[in-house]
């Protein structure tokens, strides 16, 4: 599913979002390809302030990998995953469907590897 949203009257001019569902086009992407992700080499380091929580792969390992889907050509390198939480289940999310808040939502950057990440 993809959307384009005018955020140009935000603040911040990335969050939050209120997506509204009504003016979402649904598209059909080829399936996502991870890749590295559930080998064992390497090591795991999760880190928790409370408000969230953040898993890094490190080590002596091959890069994990997000191909395919919405991607089209590109390859995305795995550097961490983050999740953030609110004081009850449902306030989680940083963005809104339709005015509802979930709990939780994808984060993710935009970088295609941490080397191109560092140069700024």
């Not at 999740?83 to 939780?104: K, L, S």
């Amino acid at each position: 599913m993809a959307s384009y949203i005018k955020i140009t009257d935000l603040k911040s001019g990335q969050a939050p979002i209120d997506l509204n569902d009504k003016i979402v086009r649904r598209t059909r992407f080829p399936p996502l390809i991870l890749n590295g992700h559930w080998l064992k080499d390497g090591n795991a380091t999760l880190f928790n302030d409370g408000k969230k929580a953040i898993i890094f792969l490190n080590g002596n390992r091959i890069p994990s990998t997000v191909s395919g889907g919405p991607f089209i050509n590109n390859v995305y390198e795995f550097h961490d995953a983050h999740f953030h939480w609110g004081e009850d289940d449902c306030r989680g999310a940083e963005h809104t469907i339709n005015g509802t808040w979930f709990n939780q939502d994808p984060v993710n950057g935009t970088m295609s590897n941490l080397k191109e990440s560092l140069k700024i």
